[in-house]
């Protein structure tokens, strides 16, 4: 038995996230398990190292599947390309030790946001960006980013979440590039929901619908019904996951 790691990129407009669900909805695991269901000897149960909701994209999705098949892994990326959709892209596939595991090995995840910042809409992005047409104080959303590194109980981000909502973000960094928001999240974990809703808050801190200090507040005293508002998915990537320990150079 072997382990094959891939790493997925894929566009998540037309897939109902990322995990199988009970009603037979499109999803990028159920796609790719088809696909392995193809090549004699792979078992086709796949195990990410994030989930993505529907409409979120993913530039680089680490998982993995065990297999008794002959397909060096160096054609694996190749044959399972020949059998995905469009939307669906496999960009590595490398052999890994058998404890090596998709989810668990996982020392941090990073997420990226995309919010486009101008008056019209998008035709070309409009799956891949939250358009917003009001003006953003920017240094109001930087300042209250800042409040939502390091370790803290992040309730008030959560959506139905029963785990533990207590998560450390190792660095939030906003920039402001071609008439776009930027903003990326790079954390221990993420809770249901998490990301989303901090860019929603946030989004409200640049409308001045709030004060920075309001996310110390959520911070000390989590409670969802007082978060902001949950942003849309198409504007989210799952950028990378890290297997080493995060270090502030990276």
């Given at each position: 038995?072997?382990?094959?790691?891939?790493?997925?990129?894929?566009?998540?407009?037309?897939?109902?996230?990322?995990?199988?669900?009970?009603?037979?909805?499109?999803?990028?695991?159920?796609?790719?398990?088809?696909?392995?269901?193809?090549?004699?000897?792979?078992?086709?149960?796949?195990?990410?190292?994030?989930r993505t909701d529907?409409?979120?994209?993913?530039?680089?999705?680490?998982?993995?599947?065990?297999?008794?098949?002959?397909?060096?892994?160096?054609?694996?990326?190749l044959a399972l390309n020949s059998l995905l959709p469009p939307d669906l892209r496999v960009l590595t596939a490398e052999e890994m030790p058998p404890e090596w595991h998709a989810r668990h090995s996982a020392r941090w995840r990073h997420y990226w946001y995309r919010v486009l910042n101008r008056s019209q809409p998008t035709a070309l992005e409009r799956n891949r960006v939250w358009w917003v047409p009001q003006p953003f104080d920017f240094p109001a959303i930087a300042a209250a980013a800042k409040l939502l590194e390091g370790k803290h109980d992040f309730g008030s981000f959560a959506n139905r979440e029963k785990r533990s909502t207590v998560r450390e973000l190792y660095r939030v960094l906003v920039e402001a590039s071609a008439g776009e928001l930027h903003l990326h999240f790079i954390g221990n974990g993420f809770v249901r929901g998490q990301v989303r809703a901090m860019v929603g808050t946030l989004v409200e801190v640049g409308l001045k619908k709030r004060n920075p200090a309001d996310i110390e507040r959520l911070l000390e005293n989590p409670n969802r019904a007082k978060g902001g508002i949950t942003a849309p998915p198409q504007g989210l990537y799952f950028v990378e996951a890290g297997y080493r320990e995060w270090e502030r150079s990276n």
């Open positions: 038995m072997r382990r094959v790691k891939l790493i997925l990129e894929y566009d998540g407009t037309n897939f109902s996230g990322f995990q199988v669900q009970a009603r037979g909805e499109r999803t990028v695991q159920g796609v790719l398990e088809d696909a392995l269901r193809k090549i004699p000897g792979a078992k086709p149960r796949v195990v990410a190292a994030g529907a409409g979120v994209h993913a530039l680089g999705m680490p998982v993995h599947y065990d297999t008794e098949d002959s397909v060096p892994v160096d054609k694996v990326r």
